[in-house]
């Protein structure tokens, strides 16, 4: 009965969506347990190429059951979206399971997002404006609504007119934005509850049940380690909890049901939004990683800014996530660069840091040490097996299996699903 976590270890974007697809099959249940449409995964499945922001990218799997677990938050309005959309493309989303616990995106949270945004100036945390951090904070604040509201009008209109006594007057007097009214956001927002009512279950008691009976379990996580609100880059971080023990929170199960933790690991890194990232190029091989990568925003398509490979987060996300294991993605854009650096420390001040360091001051002004490889000049995408590669991208994986201390059981080399070196990674 495996119950395995697949996340994100730098900040996102390192291809979740693409090994969720290649590995759910294997599993009963795929289950998303935070953050919600913030996050853009891509999943190239057969000639599909599709974007997934609040479902499980095991949904294209007939026998898998897609689960939006109680640490999510939900907009309904692209939810319903997303499951017309698959629908359109000629999958089904009657499987699909929502946990009555998660809370609700509601339209003033995606204003209050966009509004202190612009009140934080030039110091923004350039969020995805999805309203994810304000719906997070009612939810600490004791006046979320929650999915199981949404059943009921007359709970749904009470918890709103509670709500919207405060929301009014903070829209309006702080920052001179429109109030609702309970009327105004009912009429929106029923009838999407008339689409997903029965979707909405107890999913932390329906995943129990399945483990108990030899079911498996994939818990897909988004965002990344460095944007986790405890462990992450804070304040630049989202607002839930990415790491390994959200996956327990977020879905309630118990941290003894967890077998295995997947570090989906980008063999460079990106960021998008603001915060401290020491391996940043902002020079012509940071536009060739953009370039060769692809990388823009799936949610907002706002460009990525890219860097080398830091194995200093490597090792921090082996250790605050318990990482059993790591699928390196994009080797292949790699391909494009005469030398590849790998940032194996930080300098500041004449001190060297080997792991991160206690001030946060110190990660923004840090000057990454660089260990530099030789390129491989070539096109991998087609390799299946490690022995494919050129020996440059051996030692490559080599040096950041032995620096990460754990194995790289999973290498993708291009975006499709077939375009992927399985190691280590055994079939369930
Ligand atoms: P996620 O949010 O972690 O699911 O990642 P995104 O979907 O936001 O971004 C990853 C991007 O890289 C997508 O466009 C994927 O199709 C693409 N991708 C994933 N793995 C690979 C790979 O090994 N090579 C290349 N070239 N592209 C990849
Ligand atoms: P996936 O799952 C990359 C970033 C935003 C911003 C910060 C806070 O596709 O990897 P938020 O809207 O969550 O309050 O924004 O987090 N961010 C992501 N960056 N990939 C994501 O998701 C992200 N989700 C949020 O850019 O810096
Ligand atoms: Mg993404």
Redesign the pocket.
């Known amino acids: 009965m495996p119950a395995v976590v697949l996340l994100?270890s730098q900040w996102?974007?390192?291809?979740?969506?693409?090994i969720t697809d290649l590995i759910a099959n294997d599993f009963d249940y795929v289950v998303r347990y935070q953050g919600g449409n913030n996050?853009?995964?891509?999943v190239?499945h057969g000639d599909k190429k599709l974007a997934l922001h609040a479902i499980p990218s095991g949904i294209m799997y007939p026998e898998v059951i897609p689960v939006i677990g109680n640490g999510c938050v939900v907009d309904p309005k692209v939810l319903v979206g997303e499951m017309d959309m698959l629908r359109e493309e000629g999958f089904s989303t009657e499987r699909l399971l929502i946990s009555n616990n998660a809370h609700v995106i509601m339209p003033y949270h995606c204003d209050l997002d966009g509004a202190s945004e612009r009140r934080l100036g030039n110091n923004l945390i350039g969020t995805t404006k999805r309203g994810i951090g304000p719906c997070y904070q009612d939810k600490a604040a004791r006046i979320g609504i929650r999915m199981q509201d949404l059943l009921d009008e007359h709970i749904f209109r009470k918890k709103l007119e509670a709500a919207l006594q405060e929301k009014n007057d903070i829209l309006t007097k702080i920052y001179s934005l429109q109030p609702y009214t309970v009327d105004q956001i009912c009429e929106e927002y029923l009838p999407f509850a008339e689409v997903i009512k029965s979707h909405i279950v107890d999913t932390s008691h329906i995943l129990n049940e399945a483990l108990g009976s030899s079911k498996s379990i994939l818990f897909e996580g988004a965002q990344g380690t460095l944007l986790d609100l405890d462990h992450g880059t804070y304040p630049f971080v989202t607002s839930s909890s990415c790491t390994a023990g959200g996956a327990t929170i977020g879905s309630g199960i118990g941290p003894t049901k967890i077998d295995r933790v997947l570090g989906?690991t980008k063999a460079y890194v990106t960021r998008v939004g603001s915060g401290p990232f020491p391996t940043e190029l902002s020079d012509e091989i940071g536009k060739t990683l953009t370039t060769v990568?692809?990388e823009y925003g799936?949610t907002t398509g706002r460009v990525r800014r890219c860097g080398w490979y830091d194995a200093v987060i490597a090792k921090y996300a082996v250790e605050v996530n318990g990482l059993t294991d790591i699928a390196l993605?994009?080797?292949?854009?790699l391909g494009a660069l005469d030398t590849i650096k790998v940032c194996i420390a930080y300098e500041y001040e004449g001190e060297v840091y080997k792991t991160l360091p206690t001030s946060q001051t110190v990660l923004h002004h840090a000057k990454p040490i660089y260990q530099e490889f030789p390129g491989w000049k070539c096109d991998i995408s087609h390799c299946r097996s490690f022995f494919d590669l050129p020996h440059e991208a051996k030692d490559y994986v080599d040096f950041l299996e032995e620096l990460a201390g754990v194995p790289i059981s999973i290498i993708?080399?291009?975006?499709d699903r077939d375009?992927t070196i399985m190691r280590h990674w055994p079939s369930f």
């Open positions: 994100g996102g974007d390192e291809g979740k969506g693409k996050a853009g995964h891509t190239i989906i990568g692809g799936v993605t994009k080797l292949d854009v993708a080399v291009g975006p375009q």
